[in-house]
């Protein structure tokens, strides 16, 4: 099997993810900050993704990976549903060009236009870009990690050195493709 990596974040988080020891008393780690307007509220409200047309097949895929984060094994806040309407959504997904480098996909925080640092600020959106050249060599498995690691860190997530864990930062340390306990007790830290 290839290596791969499910994602640098954005080359701030990757800088940042040597300066800051990653903490271990959690099996999960935020970046300190959070969506400005949430995660939805237990299906009350809701909260949209924008799955843009360069995803063709692979739609269904992020729609999947998003209801396992929904529909959890721990209760969350987490409303999604997809919406064609680009403006409000806070989470956007694009499959663009690149090389076969072992980055399967980068998630950006976004403030307005610009890539802010999840560390320092909130973000009202979050815009994860598929890598091509590594993610459509990957298995129907590992595209699904892809998909649901991704997710985590637009929703607040940060990586963790847990084998095992989604949220490691190489695609071949985990052994689970959905969010487990461990991520669901992040995102109640983080929102509820
Ligand atoms: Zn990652």
Redesign the pocket.
Known sequence: MKNF?????CLICVLLSFSIPIKTTYAYNTFGHKLVNGVGYYGQNRQYYFLNNSLGSEKQKFIDAMDKWIYGTITTPISFRETTAQSSSVIDVYKVSSPNNGVAAL?YFMYGDKNVDASKTDWYWAKIDLQSGTYDKLTDWQKRLVHA??IG?GLGLN?TNINGNL?H?NGNSSTTNIPQNDQFNGINSIYK
Do not use: K
Not at 5 to 9: A, D, K, P, R, V
């Open positions: 990596s499910t994602g640098l974040i998630t690691h991704e860190h990586h949220m930062s």
